[in-house]
């Protein structure tokens, strides 16, 4: 039996407690301005979640642009809205450029994926209704895949090799994502 299915059967399992709800959410931080997701609150002690996050940067003739979607298992040690949560996500970034004497298009991609660690609040998840929360993670990606697209340079190019340098280091470099400001409504 994969791992997925297992996880599915212990949150329908879960989920036959008194109060199990589903909801969405909406959400603001650092480094991924915009951030939804769909909550499963399975009982006042663990709850269960998808997530997507986002930041679209452009500037010119550049651009980067950042996404994880994640999925995170949620522990409410207190029954109430103090939680931890562990997941995974996939973390990519995309960044293009056109060079100006040839209007050429240079883009660097790395994807990853990604061990989550996360803590945070979030109030009123208990009762129903909306909620608002907080949180804090930890990412940490692991084995990156750099693809490079530019066209006329040397892949044997110091230039080059330094882009690749670049974009490894970033798959393998953890990161903090902070959420500001959260806001859900669970049905």
Same mark, same amino acid.
């Given at each position: 039996?994969?791992?997925?299915?297992?996880?599915?059967?212990?949150?329908?399992?879960?989920?036959?407690?008194?109060?199990?709800?589903?909801?969405?959410?909406?959400?603001?931080?650092?480094?991924?301005?915009?951030?939804?997701?769909?909550?499963?609150?399975?009982? +006042?002690?663990?709850? @269960?979640?998808? &997530?997507?996050? *986002?930041?679209?940067? $452009?500037?010119?003739?550049?651009? !980067?642009? #950042? %996404?994880?979607?994640?999925?995170?298992?949620?522990?409410?040690?207190?029954?109430?809205?103090?939680?931890?949560?562990?997941?995974?996500?996939?973390?990519?970034?995309?960044?293009?450029?056109?060079?100006?004497?040839?209007?050429?298009?240079?883009?660097?991609?790395?994807?990853?994926?990604?061990?989550?660690?996360?803590?945070?609040?979030?109030?009123?998840? +208990?009762?129903?209704? @909306?909620?608002? &929360?907080?949180? *804090?993670?930890?990412? $940490?990606?692991?084995?990156?895949? !750099?693809? #490079? %697209?530019?066209?006329?340079?040397?892949?044997?190019?110091?230039?080059?090799?330094?882009?690749?340098?670049?974009?490894?280091?970033?798959?393998?470099?953890?990161?903090?994502?902070?959420?500001?400001?959260?806001?859900?409504?669970?049905?």
């Amino acid at each position: 039996m994969s791992i997925f299915k297992k996880i599915l059967i212990a949150m329908v399992f879960m989920g036959s407690a008194a109060h199990a709800s589903v909801g969405v959410n909406v959400g603001v931080g650092f480094p991924f301005l915009g951030q939804a997701g769909v909550n499963y609150v399975m009982s +006042d002690m663990f709850s @269960f979640s998808v &997530g997507y996050n *986002t930041l679209d940067l $452009s500037s010119g003739d550049a651009s !980067v642009k #950042i %996404t994880m979607p994640e999925a995170m298992f949620n522990f409410h040690p207190f029954s109430g809205s103090f939680f931890l949560g562990a997941g995974v996500g996939q973390n990519d970034l995309e960044v293009t450029a056109i060079e100006t004497s040839t209007s050429t298009e240079v883009k660097a991609e790395v994807s990853t994926l990604a061990t989550i660690i996360k803590a945070g609040w979030m109030w009123g998840i +208990d009762n129903g209704g @909306f909620w608002f &929360g907080v949180d *804090t993670s930890f990412v $940490s990606p692991s084995s990156p895949e !750099v693809t #490079i %697209t530019a066209p006329g340079v040397p892949t044997s190019s110091q230039e080059y090799k330094d882009v690749v340098d670049a974009a490894e280091t970033y798959g393998e470099t953890s990161f903090a994502n902070i959420t500001f400001a959260r806001i859900g409504y669970l049905f």
